[in-house]
């Protein structure tokens, strides 16, 4: 069946553009609640009943189906244009913070510390796995700390692909010949994960491992807030934001971006400081937005890279909210192909 099926979900449809007149009744209920579950019959598009150059899909959160299936299609999302005009690479982006750690749970100034998940956190990286898994993820970029690297694998133990995410030991060249996959088949069935320190948390130098009601009892409410929510002033011995941004961007420009330009879908799982910096880079945000940025353990938020520009596609601001993710057409078209392949 030519149609694009998602089940067990709350969301809405937007077909906009469809000037067709046998389209009228679509066009006229161009954003639609689902309550339990929906089609689109991508043979709409097929019949010329609604031109996809004139029109554009907006799907708004996912099926919860947990069937198993072996990745039977490319690495990459179709990027082909399938007309006369000029091909067009179109890349996702996934920007992951780690799910709660033991010292977030203990309300500790964490920073490099490297402290594992609580089953809180295990619990919410499950469930951004769960809200992603219909996003092709080509590479996976995490830092060096356990909890965004239980994050990401946790996460991906969730994707419908069943691919198998990888951890690339480039330490010495011992470490890259030990952890060498010789089978060509297992190597397009996994995802190479790449470990870099450059998107580690923010450095708290004294802070770290103080109580953060207990410091700011110290040192005073201001102080401790001028530390934590400053730009440009770190705390002692410890990293400003503008510090962390410095390093987590250029390692972003040099190294994911390239990905991103190459028609790879990328994952990055980190931390609120290192993703806050990436997120002024991508938005354009002046440093007095981004040090009220917010961003809430183990929620993912969705880029789309095209044209040089990264557009932001919809995401939750909090764990207790519906995914809202809104499809491009490559996107759309990958998950169908999974939904076929279950069928």
């Known amino acids: 069946m030519a149609a694009a099926v998602f089940s067990k979900s709350v969301g809405t449809v937007n077909l906009r553009g469809c000037d067709n007149s046998s389209a009228s009744s679509i066009h006229k209920s161009s954003s639609r609640s689902i309550s339990k579950s929906f089609a689109i019959d991508v043979r709409l598009f097929q019949k010329g009943i609604c031109s996809s150059s004139q ?55 964490t920073g490099c510390v490297d402290v594992p998940l609580t089953k809180k956190g295990i619990d919410e990286a499950i469930e951004a796995g769960l809200r992603i898994r219909n996003i092709p993820v080509d590479v996976i970029y995490t830092s060096t700390l356990i909890r965004a ?18 951890i690339k030991h480039n330490e010495s060249e011992q470490a890259r010949t030990w952890s060498e996959i ?23 130098g004294e802070l770290q491992g103080l109580n953060k009601q207990e410091t700011a009892e110290r040192y005073g409410k ?104 809104a499809y491009t057409e490559s996107l759309a078209r990958y998950r169908q192909k999974l939904d076929e392949i279950l069928q």
Request: one cysteine or more.
């Open 182 to 204: 010789y089978s060509e088949e297992t190597k397009k069935q996994s995802i190479p994960v790449t470990q870099a320190w450059q998107l580690n948390e923010r450095m708290y």
């Open 55 to 109: 029109s554009k899909l907006h799907v708004v959160h996912a099926s919860t189906s947990h069937a198993p299936v072996m990745d039977q299609i490319s690495c990459s999302s179709d990027n082909t244009i399938h007309s006369n005009e000029k091909p067009s690479i179109e890349s996702a982006l996934i920007l992951i913070r780690h799910g709660e750690s033991l010292w977030n749970e203990k309300n500790l100034f």
């Open 222 to 325: 201001e102080l401790v807030h001028e530390w934590r929510r400053s730009y440009d002033i770190p705390p002692p011995n410890g990293e400003s934001l503008e510090m962390c941004s410095k390093r987590a961007v250029a390692y972003f420009r040099e190294h994911i971006e390239p990905q991103l330009q190459s028609g790879k879908h990328v994952m990055v799982a980190a931390h609120g400081n290192s993703l806050r910096s990436i997120i002024m880079y991508l938005d354009k945000l002046t440093s007095q937005e981004v040090i009220n940025l917010e961003l809430s353990t183990g929620v993912p938020l969705l880029y789309i890279y095209k044209d040089g520009n990264f557009m932001k596609r919809g995401s939750p601001v909090g764990p207790t909210e519906a995914s809202v993710y």
């Open 149 to 166: 690297q239980m994050t990401a694998m946790l996460a991906m133990t969730q994707h419908r692909n069943k691919k198998v995410p990888i």
